[in-house]
């Protein structure tokens, strides 16, 4: 189980940071602003053990750039398995920096391989170029990704909990910009 949220003994330091961010600006027109209240909300939890009746079909709606690499090219073609290995990469990372320093027992290598026999069978994504401007490179920076609807036939079953987990956390690079983010839309 991987707790979403766990940051709550680290809630005030979260407070203070932006408190102090309203008191000495944010952006290049430093922008001032007073942080009022902070209401608390539930934690969520997301489980991996799935309790879902077995899926064949899924739509997923990218509401922003998705940016994987796969085999160091950029993925302009969202194959399941490539969403499923990106989706375990994060669920890893943020296990085992965030919560215990071990890796989680998620056996990858089969996921993967059931993964491969999902198809895609309705594609209506495309790339969408956005750029930023990094101040600290001094440069624009291409954060292109693919965007739209795509659809998943296949046995999705024992993936639903890792796609779910992948809605909330969102996918691939660029995440700490918003990228990422889908949404599932079952069929």
């Not at 375990?88 to 296990?95: H, K, S, V």
Request: aromatic share 10%.
């Amino acid at each position: 189980m991987i707790l979403i949220g766990n940051a709550i003994s680290y809630a005030p330091y979260f407070v203070l940071t932006i408190k102090e961010l309203g008191r000495t600006g944010i952006g290049r027109g430093r922008g001032e602003f007073n942080l009022l209240r902070v209401i608390p909300t539930d934690e969520k939890t997301v489980s991996l053990k799935n309790n879902e009746e077995s899926a064949s079909f899924l739509t997923l709606k990218v509401l922003t750039p998705i940016r994987i690499k796969y085999n160091r090219s950029l993925v302009d073609n969202l194959e399941f398995h490539i969403l499923i290995r990106s989706i375990i990469r994060r669920l890893t990372l943020i296990y085992y920096f965030h919560c215990k320093k071990e890796l989680p027992q998620i056996n990858a290598k089969y996921l993967i391989e059931k993964a491969e026999k999902v198809r895609i069978v309705s594609n209506n994504t495309r790339w969408y170029d956005w750029e930023r401007y990094s101040t600290r490179q001094k440069t624009r920076m291409k954060l292109g990704g693919v965007v739209g609807e795509i659809t998943y036939e296949g046995d999705i079953t024992a993936f639903m909990p890792y796609l779910k987990a992948g809605e909330i956390l969102h996918i691939g690079k660029g995440t700490s910009f918003g990228l990422g983010k889908y949404q599932i839309i079952k069929k």
